[in-house]
């Protein structure tokens, strides 16, 4: 399985881009995928996920109501719509696959792609 994301770059405050992780090699469907995000000297901290139903989704507190995750199965691709970003919000995101029903930490996610860079300017 490859991910490979994209859709970062510079937004001004209270933009709205969003990111696309494209899947390769396996169904999306079939994976519960999340979203991850690292801000410079910080940890790793997770940000969404989606459930391999697509019935359940999940957000760290801080970004809820502002950040909705999503998958489109016939482009096999997971969205993160980001909306009224804080600088706050200003880190490398990764997404990522886990064989699991539902997942919300690192470790139990099985592939990850490679970040794409959001900077959240004031």
């Known amino acids: 399985v490859q991910l490979q994301a994209s859709g970062g770059g510079l937004v001004q405050a209270g933009g709205s881009p969003r990111l696309s992780c494209a899947v390769s090699?396996?169904?999306?469907?079939?994976?519960?995928m999340g979203w991850f995000r690292q801000a410079p000297g910080k940890e790793r901290e997770f940000v969404a996920a989606?459930?391999?139903?697509?019935?359940?989704?999940f957000y760290t507190d801080s970004v809820k109501g502002r950040l909705t995750i999503s998958r489109d199965n016939a482009k096999n691709t997971v969205y993160l719509q980001m909306n009224v970003l804080k600088p706050e919000d200003t880190a490398v995101y990764s997404c990522?696959?886990?064989?699991?029903?539902?997942?919300?930490?690192?470790?139990?996610?099985?592939?990850w792609g490679q970040g794409t860079l959001v900077t959240v300017s004031s």
């Open positions: 090699g396996r169904a999306v469907s079939g994976y519960t």
């Open positions: 990522a696959a886990s064989g699991r029903r539902t997942a919300i930490r690192w470790d139990e996610y099985d592939y």
């Open positions: 989606m459930s391999w139903s697509g019935g359940n989704t």
